[in-house]
């Protein structure tokens, strides 16, 4: 199927590495976070996402941090698995506006 | 319990030509957002619909519009298109104006 991430940057991970993905986000106003995988073919799944007054949330495999005095988003993977190759992208949203605005996204390739 | 689905998955159309894209809320929605997501970006804020009626658009041209239905359901209508308007159309449901969650996409190609 057709890929949206040609020519996107590229992080490559040994299976069973944790993986750290990061984001520059754009407006210092945002207050609202979320990290999307997307795999080849499909569109963006929810990962986790985040608000602006936490600066650390967990998952299940999955933590994001948000240091807002740079802003600056990290999507860190625990014991990377070959299903987690995929891109990512970081979205923002501002409070009182209804549209998110996404980052370039990066491809993680798991490598066996 | 049904997801974000959208129709076609897949399109070819010529320039100058319109298409419509449809869209169906996962269950328990009442928002819709669309994007365009071109080859090798992010996805791109259309608009959003709430009530029936467009509450926020993102810079694109007004040949690109949109409804929303009371089931929820919406579609996306693009007239006069252009080869530029080739991408991956995205549909994402939310309930009031929380977390977006994607449908699969419609590809678009125009020739």
């Known amino acids: 199927g057709e890929s949206v991430g040609l020519h996107l940057p590229t992080l490559s991970v040994q299976e069973g590495d944790n993986s750290i993905i990061n984001c520059a986000y754009s407006?210092?106003?945002?207050?609202?976070f979320i990290w999307y995988k997307q795999e080849s073919g499909k569109g963006p799944q929810f990962i986790i996402d985040?608000?602006?007054?936490?600066d650390k949330r967990q998952g299940q495999r999955v933590t994001v941090l948000l240091n807002k005095t740079v802003k600056h988003l990290s999507l860190q993977i625990a014991a990377t698995q070959p299903g987690d190759s995929a891109v990512y992208f970081c979205?923002?949203?501002?409070?009182?506006?209804?549209?998110?605005?996404f980052g370039t996204g990066t491809r993680l390739k798991v490598l066996a | 319990d049904a997801g974000v689905t959208q129709s076609p998955t897949h399109l070819i159309k010529t320039r100058g030509q319109q298409v419509t894209l449809r869209c169906s809320p996962k269950?328990?929605?009442?928002?819709v957002s669309w994007y365009q997501q071109a080859l090798g970006q992010g996805p791109q804020f259309i608009f959003q619909?709430?009530?029936?009626?467009?509450?926020q658009r993102g810079n694109f041209p007004d040949r690109f519009s949109g409804h929303q239905f009371p089931n929820y359901s919406s579609e996306l209508n693009v007239n006069a298109l252009l080869l530029g308007d080739s991408a991956l159309f995205l549909c994402?449901?939310?309930?009031?104006?929380?977390?977006?969650?994607f449908g699969e996409g419609s590809w678009l190609t125009v020739v």
């Open positions: 994402a449901s939310s309930f009031g104006g929380n977390t977006i969650y």
């Open positions: 407006n210092s106003a945002s207050d609202y």
């Open positions: 985040i608000r602006s007054n936490m």
């Open positions: 979205a923002e949203n501002m409070a009182g506006t209804y549209k998110y605005i």
């Open positions: 269950s328990g929605h009442d928002t």
């Open positions: 619909y709430y009530e029936e009626e467009e509450r």
